[in-house]
């Protein structure tokens, strides 16, 4: 079962890509779909359309991937995503359990989290 949602792993994404946060949000300014902050999602939301396409999502966090990549090897331990995911997190994400994460396996996270949250199945999200 995966523990996480997207908005925990992007609230530890704008963390990793150095986006300004000022805490956990709460529910009345988080958007609806989502669950982020209106701030959060204009980051996400880089063509301004107002909605976040899953082009867009997934640009964000390869990006984020690449910066949690410390040593550029294309493969996360524990050591470098421990300010990001929780040991149980990373251990789902590790689906061949081989105690790193590749971009494979997370941008699969990613691809399934957004398919989560995309309620309406038009393949953006909306504030």
């Known amino acids: ?43 996400l939301d880089r063509d301004g359309s107002g909605g976040v396409s899953k082009a867009e999502y997934e640009q964000f966090m ?10 550029g090897d294309k493969r996360l331990t524990k050591n470098e995503t421990a300010n990001v995911l929780t040991s149980e997190q990373f251990d789902s994400v590790d689906v061949n359990k081989d105690g790193v994460v590749t971009e494979e396996e997370f941008m699969a996270q ?12 038009d393949g953006v999200l909306t504030q």
């Open 1 to 43: 079962m995966r523990t996480f949602t997207i908005k925990s792993i992007l609230a530890a994404m704008f963390v990793v890509a150095g986006v300004a946060t000022a805490g956990h949000a709460t529910a009345q300014n988080q958007t609806q779909q989502s669950g982020l902050t209106p701030e959060h999602f204009a980051q």
């Open 62 to 71: 390869r990006d984020s991937y690449t910066k949690m990549d410390a040593n």
């Open 110 to 121: 990613v691809s399934r989290d957004f398919d989560r949250y995309d309620y309406d199945k």
